[in-house]
């Protein structure tokens, strides 16, 4: 059974960092990503892992400040310079996938396996 657990959701300023944490148990490892639900919207992409080769996809919303890695069984978002837009539940995601789907493209229907969310709050 896939379980994906988030961790290390919170509040930080403008300018700040935090880091987030999913726990990953059950999973062949294959295409995994960090959605963001912003208030009132739905959920988007907005960093992707590839396992196979370790390569990443970002949505231009966070590229440059957001890294997305793997370790053991951990996936992880690193966020830096971090903006109020920043703000929202933050998902992690998985699902089996080509390296050609495997993108920020991909919309939340395409994914199987969901964590519960975290909050992640910036003020200015």
């Known amino acids: 059974q896939v379980q994906l657990v988030e961790f290390g959701g919170g509040s930080a300023q403008a300018g700040g960092s935090l880091r987030l944490s999913c726990a990953v148990s059950?999973?062949?490892?294959?295409?995994i990503s960090w959605f963001r639900q912003q208030p009132g919207q739905g959920r988007g992409a907005v960093a992707v892992l590839r396992s196979g080769d370790r390569s990443t996809d970002y949505a231009n919303s966070v590229k440059g400040r957001f890294t997305i890695s793997r370790m053991g069984d951990m996936v992880l978002l690193q966020m830096d310079n971090l903006k109020p837009e920043d703000t929202g539940m933050y998902y992690c995601a998985a699902k089996s996938s080509t390296w050609e789907r495997c993108n920020t493209r991909s919309g939340e229907a395409e994914y199987d396996y969901w964590g519960q969310g975290t909050q992640v709050t910036v003020s200015s």
């Open positions: 059950g999973y062949k490892f294959n295409c």
